[in-house]
């Protein structure tokens, strides 16, 4: 037997998961495509995904989580379409939406992070930037510990190697 959810119930839950989740994932999303535009678009097809799923979601993983999964996904399916190729990457800290909130003393780390592969980007983000552990990123993008340990360390090196060579970039 299949239990439905109240919609007024459905429809608050999802209204707080957009107040408290959306700033983040815009960010997010931003990193992922470095375009503001785009950004905003995956955050709504994020939400929208999210809507039509919430009934059944099972509640395995904190909703975090589940709309990070999402997001990301759908960052990966917009990347692959014919038009990002269209988009200018070139991005600094500054230009990140909200970027008071994630301002660093060190723009050179911020943009050596934005630099790296979009594999070691990601670990390096969900670690430091949303203070996930090993394991909850393991389970965010369906990897094991061990890979995610292995990313963070590869991601570590290359930003210790370019930052020791001062090799930033305008």
């Not at 890979?147 to 060579?165: D, F, G, I, Y």
Request: glycine residues 2%; charged residues 30%; positive net charge.
């Amino acid at each position: 037997m299949e239990m439905r959810q109240d919609p007024s119930i459905c429809h608050q839950t999802f209204t707080q998961l957009v107040e408290a989740y959306q700033p983040m994932l815009i960010r997010l999303c931003y990193v992922y495509l470095r375009d503001a535009e785009q950004a905003r678009d995956a955050v709504q097809e994020t939400f929208l995904k999210a809507y039509r799923s919430l009934p059944s979601f099972r509640r395995e993983c904190s909703e975090k989580n589940w709309l990070i999964r999402i997001a990301i996904n759908t960052c990966k399916d917009m990347q692959r379409t014919p038009w990002y190729r269209f988009v200018d990457k070139r991005i600094t800290p500054d230009q990140l939406p909200m970027a008071q909130e994630i301002a660093t003393d060190e723009p050179e780390l911020m943009c050596e992070i934005l630099r790296l592969s979009p594999k070691l980007r990601e670990v390096i983000l969900l670690y430091y930037w949303q203070e996930m552990g090993v394991q909850q990123i393991a389970d965010l993008l369906n990897i094991s510990q061990g890979s995610v340990s292995n990313r963070l360390r590869r991601a570590r090196e290359k930003l210790k190697t370019q930052l020791e060579r001062g090799q930033y970039h305008d």
